[in-house]
């Protein structure tokens, strides 16, 4: 038998299947048949053993909220220390989601009122979020969309697709559509290639974007045959879900070279999360290790209040504590930015500690990232001068457009119908002169 990636997923795909080969492993469609979906097959697959009482309650969980783990997610798991594995926690479901607190809410962010059709929700001015699919290859345990995902009976099909298309094409302030779910990337190719292809004929649609965990957990779904149709649709843009240096494997780096490789932007999204990744030096790892493989830290967010979270949040502090050791510590790029989703719809609100000191009327007093207090002098006189260009329409066109970079030159700016100039005079021209000293 082929050698798989290493002795465990060898291991793994043996028990899973005995005639498994390499190329079974590194199909993603293999991978998603044969995603860990129960307490039984998991312990087998790993050799760890609960007993009854656990069992039981296991079970009740997931019937809440289901268990599904894709073999290459599972491999990575540290089964000899699995009760503190980062990837274990994600994927494996605790009792504790079953503790429902009287602040917890089952959609915190309101996304299902703010909701003009079904899988569309618009909350800021000129952008939308587009649920595609409640589908996930990983069902992570700490999904803010708990409440809906996972559910295959809310699988939209084209005609709900359609009708939130259309909301989009009705809408001209929409001018970025983020496409998330579920993950948008387990459909088919070429349903992919069709909500795109809507999309992009849509004239005030400038950005799409994609939200996606698939290079965590599936990264054998980046294939050519996907890449070839996401660089069809630039600007195109991907932000993916990280949350711990150890999820940064070589299929994971291959995924990410080939997206980048089309020109996709890649950018990431980590929660913030208790017994994870709730540490500085793991942060930084982290966000040392996207940018080596080219994704930018894009935000950092604080768990949501969705239900069945409590056991994953951390303190606000700690969000500011781990912004403190990033911010001048590291990289400007390396940095994402930390943000609390209001409860209600409020939207992300954007958390950093202070370095604002004090301030008058002409100086502001800062700190920097070691301590150091410092003064910044105001400009004298200073005036807005764009508050009134700006307010004339013309002058604002001229202002807002990109320059022109052709400019014609000599007999060709006489004969050009863009330019309005009359007549071309050598310098020094006598007679000329002698009219400009009259
Ligand atoms: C996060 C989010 C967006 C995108 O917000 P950005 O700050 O532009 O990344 C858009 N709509 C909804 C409902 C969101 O939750
Ligand atoms: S990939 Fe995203 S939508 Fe899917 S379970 Fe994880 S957090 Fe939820």
């Known amino acids: 038998m082929d050698i798989i990636y290493d002795q465990g997923q060898q291991n793994i795909a043996e028990k899973i299947s005995p005639t498994a080969k390499i190329s079974n492993w590194r199909d993603w469609k293999w991978q998603l048949k044969h995603s860990i979906r129960d307490i039984g097959m998991f312990e087998k697959l790993l050799g760890i053993q609960f007993n009854a009482s656990q069992k039981q309650q296991l079970q009740e969980t997931i019937a809440k909220f289901p268990l599904s783990i894709t073999p290459y997610y599972l491999s990575l798991i540290d089964t000899e220390n699995y009760e503190n594995d980062p990837i274990y926690k994600q994927a494996f479901p605790s009792i504790s989601e079953l503790q429902v607190g009287d602040f917890e809410m089952r959609d915190p962010l309101d996304e299902d009122k703010d909701s003009p059709v079904p899988g569309i929700t618009h ?82 649609v400038e950005v799409i974007r994609i939200g996606t965990r698939i290079p965590v957990v599936l990264p054998y779904r980046v294939t050519e045959g996907l890449v070839a149709i996401l660089k069809k649709h630039h600007p195109l843009w991907v932000n993916t879900h990280f949350n711990h240096p150890r999820e940064i494997t070589e299929s994971s780096k291959e995924a990410l070279s080939k997206l980048s490789d089309a020109g996709i932007p890649l950018g990431n999204q980590t929660v913030l999360l208790a017994g ?26 604080q768990c949501d209040l969705s239900e069945g979270l409590n056991h994953f949040r951390t303190p606000v502090g700690k969000g500011v504590e781990i912004m403190e050791s990033l911010i001048g510590h590291t990289s400007g790029f390396a940095v994402p930015s930390y943000v609390i989703d209001a409860p209600g719809g409020g939207g992300k609100i954007r958390i950093a500690p202070n370095y604002l000191v004090s301030w008058s009327h002409d100086k502001v007093v800062l700190r920097n990232f070691e301590g150091v207090i410092t003064t910044y002098e105001e400009p004298k006189g200073y005036e807005d001068s764009f508050r009134n260009l700006l307010s004339d329409e013309l002058q604002a066109s001229r202002i807002l457009e990109g320059a022109s ?13 863009t330019d309005d100039t009359v007549s071309l005079i050598p310098e020094n021209t006598e007679r000329i002169e002698r009219r400009e000293h009259v």
């Open 123 to 204: 909350r800021y001015p000129d952008r939308v979020l587009f649920q595609v699919s409640p589908i996930c290859s990983m069902y992570c345990r700490h999904c803010t969309r708990k409440r809906k995902v996972g559910d295959e009976s809310l699988l939209p099909n084209r005609e709900q697709l359609s009708r939130g298309i259309r909301y989009i094409r009705n809408t001209t302030a929409v001018r970025d559509v983020l496409l998330s779910g579920g993950d948008p990337l387990l459909q088919s190719d070429e349903s992919l290639d069709w909500i795109l292809t809507e999309l992009r004929n849509i004239p005030h």
């Open 276 to 301: 994870i990744n709730d540490s500085p030096v793991i942060i930084k790892k982290l966000v040392h290790k996207l940018v080596q493989n080219r994704v930018r830290p894009y935000y950092l967010y």
């Open 405 to 417: 970079e052709y400019k014609a030159i000599g007999i060709e700016k006489l004969l050009s119908d």
